[in-house]
Antibody, heavy 118, light 108 residues
Framework: QVQLQESGPGLVKPSETLSLMCTVS????????WNWIRQPPGKGLEWIGY???????NYDPSLQSRVTISVDTSNNQFSLKLSSVTAADTAVYYC????????????WGRGTLVSVSS | EIVLTQSPGTLSLSPGERATLSCRAS???????LAWYQQKPGQAPRLLIS???SRATGIPDRFSGSGSGTDFTLTISRLEPEDFAVYYC?????????FGQGTKVEIK
């Protein structure tokens, strides 16, 4: 069964860049779409974007100017970079798998809390 | 962007009762590209339903999804203690993929 695990700093300063990694275990990254989704404390879910294993990306327009998602299939990892963060970017960040470019999310990581504070 | 509105915000029910959760979209889907997730405190969401009505692997048959167009429903036929949680709908008919704000099912 596929497992996903997020990793990265739990605290980022305002105006800096948030960087997270998702490691995919027990499954190939090929032919799937790899997503980042976030959830501010006590609030709902927000899709950030995806990357296909070939490198094709699609981002939420509201975040597109600040987001970069990249993939390293040789190490079964994909990553998220979110620049110029503010307190509004404080959230639990999840990585998740989708089976196509237009799909639900069938496997999720456990999530990692990133706080933006000086 | 397709906006999903879930109702009610909170549903207070007893174990054994039936739960009916609603998800309304701001635009019509022609393909029923709607999913439902369950989330418990401190956990990631878990996929329950895809394609508006298809249960995911391992999901008990007390969970059922229905609907089309702009109106979708998740029904839990008889609530078990482990079903008290927050439920989200999500559309994947048009980018950006969006979620509803959630319905909390709490013990009465």
């Amino acid at each position: 069964q596929v497992q996903l695990q997020e990793s990265g700093p739990g605290l980022v300063k305002p105006s800096e860049t948030l960087s997270l990694m998702c490691t995919v275990s027990d499954g190939s990254m090929n032919s799937y779409y790899w997503n980042w989704i976030r959830q501010p404390p006590g609030k709902g879910l927000e899709w950030i974007g995806y990357i296909y294993y070939t490198g094709t990306t699609n981002y939420d327009p509201s975040l597109q100017s600040r987001v970069t998602i990249s993939v390293d299939t040789s190490n079964n990892q994909f990553s998220l970079k979110l620049s110029s963060v503010t307190a509004a970017d404080t959230a639990v960040y999840y990585c998740a798998r989708a089976i196509s470019h237009r799909s639900y999310f069938d496997y999720w990581g456990r999530g990692t809390l990133v706080s933006v504070s000086s | 962007e397709i906006v999903l509105t879930q109702s009610p915000g909170t549903l207070s029910l007893s174990p054994g009762e039936r739960a009916t959760l609603s998800c309304r979209a701001s635009q019509t889907f022609n393909n029923n590209f709607l999913a439902w997730y369950q989330q418990k405190p401190g956990q990631a969401p878990r996929l329950l339903i895809s394609g508006a009505s298809s249960r995911a692997t391992g999901i008990p048959d007390r969970f059922s999804g229905s609907g089309s167009g702009t109106d979708f429903t998740l029904t839990i036929s008889r609530l078990e203690p482990e079903d008290f949680a927050v439920y989200y709908c999500q559309q994947y008919a048009g980018s950006p993929w969006t979620f509803g704000q959630g319905t909390k099912v709490e013990i009465k």
